[in-house]
């Protein structure tokens, strides 16, 4: 079982702060092409056999059971040029299941014909759109990933305040 | 102050702050209740999850219980079968689950007290009292599972982010 990560240059203008952003748009991209049942290059993934789909209770597919499998996609490594995206690579579960669907393998040693559904990744055309969403200017570039870290710490504040303790 | 610990402060403050004009009571209860459906799901296929949000099966019920449960089966909820541990009997508990309008947070709860039970069985407890019971029986569910936790950090992050966007003002 292979390691499941996509390297992913992008221009050496985009300094840490800037990288870390972009990747998590890339991330949340990614995620919301896969539930809307689309691969990297925009086709409809294969359909889930008969009995996938009474298990899932669904035929929809979106790569979505747990939902354990797309969040955990993260940024791994970034520098100057490029970032890392993909999965913990001691997780050896979520690397086979990612490894399975990228390939359609699951579970199998050779690919299942035509049951190959390709996630982990963005075409080139996608990847612009959201580069170009980055000023130029390297003031702008950086207000905007400011915008977006701050957003996603403020999100992870505001999760972490969730009480889950039943009271007496 | 340092000036480190000056910026971590404005940091803190502009978090506050987006939080409160961000997350407006529809939004609080609308994210609670998603948070509330998605523990209902995963509990309905069997799982629970345990103090370090790992996914975690449900313990198996007892024989006496299965047993108990095939006796009055048609009072059981349809997302269960008298052998399925899936904190669901007549699916009340479960169904208690819903969130709390609360401007600038997240709330759940587990409302309400509780309907007569599989036989017509007539109890005293709250909805929220059985879920501790279960909980201290070892059935832990109330709760996020790491991966839901970063699914529900990405939805909340969207809408702050759109806040943002729109030009809020979070300089207070």
């Known amino acids: 079982m292979a390691w499941q990560r996509v390297k992913l240059s992008i221009p050496k203008r985009f300094g840490p702060l800037e990288r870390q952003a972009i990747a998590q748009e890339v991330i949340d991209f990614i995620i919301n092409r896969t539930k809307s049942g689309k691969n990297i290059n925009g086709k409809s993934f294969p359909g889930y056999t008969k009995e996938y789909k009474v298990f899932k209770g669904s035929s929809n597919v979106d790569l979505t059971l747990s939902e354990e499998m797309l969040n955990a996609i993260s940024l791994l490594n970034h520098k100057s040029g490029e970032i890392l995206i993909g999965f913990d690579k001691s997780d050896k579960e979520l690397n086979g299941k990612a490894e399975g669907n990228q390939l359609g393998t699951y579970g199998q040693p050779t690919p299942i014909k035509g049951k190959a559904r390709p996630f982990l990744g963005i075409k080139g055309e996608d990847l612009k759109n959201i580069l170009d969403q980055f000023p130029v200017q390297k003031s702008e570039a950086r207000d905007k990933a400011t915008d977006d870290l701050t ?18 | 102050m340092s000036k480190n610990g000056d910026k971590i402060d404005r940091l803190r403050k502009k978090i506050d702050a987006l939080a409160q004009q961000a997350i407006t009571t529809i939004e609080s209860k609308r994210l609670g209740d998603s948070v509330t459906e998605t523990i209902r799901r995963r509990t309905r296929q069997g799982y629970g999850v345990d103090s370090a949000g790992n996914r975690t099966k449900l313990k ?113």
């Open chain 2, 60 to 172: 198996a019920l007892t024989d006496e219980y299965v047993e108990t449960r095939r006796r009055y089966s048609d009072d059981l909820s349809e997302f269960t079968t008298p052998k399925k541990s899936n904190l669901t009997a007549t699916g009340q508990m479960l169904d208690a689950m819903r969130g709390v309008a609360s401007r600038g947070r997240i709330e759940v709860e587990i409302a309400g007290s509780r309907k007569p039970g599989l036989g017509g069985q007539r109890s005293k407890i709250s909805n929220s009292t059985l879920a501790r019971y279960v909980q201290e029986m070892g059935r832990q569910f109330f709760g996020l599972t790491k991966p839901e936790r970063t699914g529900l950090v990405r939805q909340v992050k969207l809408i702050f982010l759109r806040a943002l966007r729109a030009g809020l003002n979070t300089n207070k």
């Open chain 1, 151 to 168: 957003a996603a710490l403020a999100a992870d504040a505001l999760v972490d305040g969730i009480d889950f303790e039943l009271p007496e």
